[in-house]
C-alpha cells in the first residue's frame, strides 16, 4: 500500500499525518505526529449485528505503551503490560464521548477504535494527539460517521490563552479544557480550571472552536484523497435485532417524547443538573402512562406493557 503524506500547522505546531503504514487491516488506520509525539488510530467495524443487541457496541480503547518513552516494563521475566493508568482510562473516555453521539442512530454493529501512542516526547500531550487520529480515522473508514470533527486543549498563562499548551505549559496554566466538535458544535467538554469566571471560560470555548476550523478543513483534505465510500444506511441491517412491531413503538416514542421534551425541557433554561434530571424522570413517567394503553391488547395487560416500555 502507498503511504500518503500530508501536513499542516495546527495553532503554530506541525501535524503530520500518515495514512497507509501501519495496521492495514483494519478499515482506515492514521498515525498522527505532533511535534515527536506519534499517536496511532485504527477503526474497524463487524460485517453485521450481534443478535439481539439493543445498544450500539461502541469500544474505544487508549493503549498505553512504555515503549512509547523509551522504557521496558518489568523485570527480566515479565515483560507483559500492566493495567491501564487513570490517565488513559480517563482518554479514552473522552474520546468515547466525543465521536458516540456522531453515528448513526439505530447502528448495532460493532465498532472498535484502537488509539496507541507509538512514541511520546514529554511536551506534546498525546491525549490531544490521540483525539486528532481517532477521528481521522473514523473520516476516511467506510464506517457510517457525521464528522469531521478534531480535537483541541486550551490553557490560560498569565491570563492569555494558548491553544494546545505543551506539558510545561500546562503546568502552570489556571484552565486545561479539553473539547471535541468543530467550528459549529461541540460534542465533548472536559476541564479542569481555577475558578475561572463565566466569560472566561466562553471565551475559551470560541477559541477552542475557530480553533479547530483549519484542522477540519485539513481533514476534509485527507478524506477527499483516501477516505473510503461510507457504507450505506440500508445496507448495514442495524435493525434486524428488533421486531417490526418494536421499531414501529420506538418511533411513536420518539415522536411523543420529542414533543414533551421540548414543551417541558427545553423551552426554557433550567438551573441545575438535579432539576433537569427530575424533568427527565417525570416526563419518563408520563410517557410510559401515555403509551402503555396504546400497546394494552388481549395478549398484554396495562402493568406488562409497562413493563416492556420500562425494558
Not at 175 to 199: F, H, Q, W, Y
Request: glycine share 6%.
Amino acid at each position: 500500500m502507498k503511504v500518503e503524506r500530508f501536513e499542516t500547522d495546527y495553532a503554530g505546531k506541525k501535524v503530520i499525518v500518515e495514512y497507509g503504514r501501519l495496521a492495514h487491516q483494519a478499515d482506515a488506520s492514521v498515525t498522527v505526529q505532533m511535534g515527536e509525539t506519534m499517536v496511532l488510530a485504527t477503526a474497524t467495524m463487524s460485517d453485521s449485528a450481534r443478535p439481539g443487541m439493543d445498544f450500539f457496541p461502541l469500544m474505544v480503547d487508549y493503549e498505553e505503551r512504555y515503549s512509547a518513552v523509551g522504557k521496558i516494563k518489568g523485570p527480566r521475566f515479565l515483560k507483559r503490560e500492566g493495567r491501564p493508568s487513570n490517565e488513559a482510562v480517563l482518554t479514552g473516555r473522552m474520546i468515547d464521548r466525543g465521536i458516540r453521539p456522531l453515528f448513526p442512530d439505530g447502528l448495532r454493529n460493532e465498532v472498535q477504535v484502537i488509539i496507541m501512542p507509538l512514541s511520546v516526547d514529554g511536551e506534546n500531550k498525546p491525549d490531544i494527539v490521540g483525539m486528532i487520529a481517532a477521528t481521522i480515522a473514523l473520516e476516511i473508514s467506510s464506517i457510517p460517521f457525521d464528522g469531521p470533527i478534531t480535537g483541541c486543549r486550551i490553557g490560560m498563562v498569565n491570563g492569555e490563552y494558548i491553544i494546545n499548551p505543551t506539558a510545561e505549559e500546562l503546568e502552570f496554566s489556571e484552565l486545561n479544557l479539553m473539547v471535541m466538535g468543530d467550528s459549529k458544535r461541540i460534542t465533548m467538554v472536559d476541564c479542569d480550571a481555577r475558578e475561572l469566571d463565566d466569560d472566561s471560560m466562553l471565551e475559551a470555548f470560541r477559541i477552542a472552536m475557530k480553533s479547530m476550523d483549519p484542522m477540519i478543513k485539513f481533514v476534509k483534505k485527507i478524506k477527499k484523497k483516501v477516505g473510503k465510500e461510507k457504507i450505506p444506511h440500508d445496507q448495514l441491517k442495524w435493525r434486524a435485532s428488533f421486531t417490526e412491531e418494536d421499531v414501529k413503538i420506538m418511533e411513536m416514542i420518539k415522536k411523543s417524547a420529542k414533543k414533551q421534551l421540548d414543551k417541558y425541557l427545553f423551552s426554557t433554561p433550567k438551573g441545575s443538573k438535579g432539576e433537569r434530571k427530575r424533568i427527565i424522570h417525570e416526563l419518563e413517567d408520563r410517557l410510559i402512562e401515555e403509551m402503555k394503553d396504546k400497546l394494552k391488547t388481549k395478549d398484554r395487560s396495562a402493568e406488562e406493557a409497562e413493563m416492556y416500555l420500562r425494558d
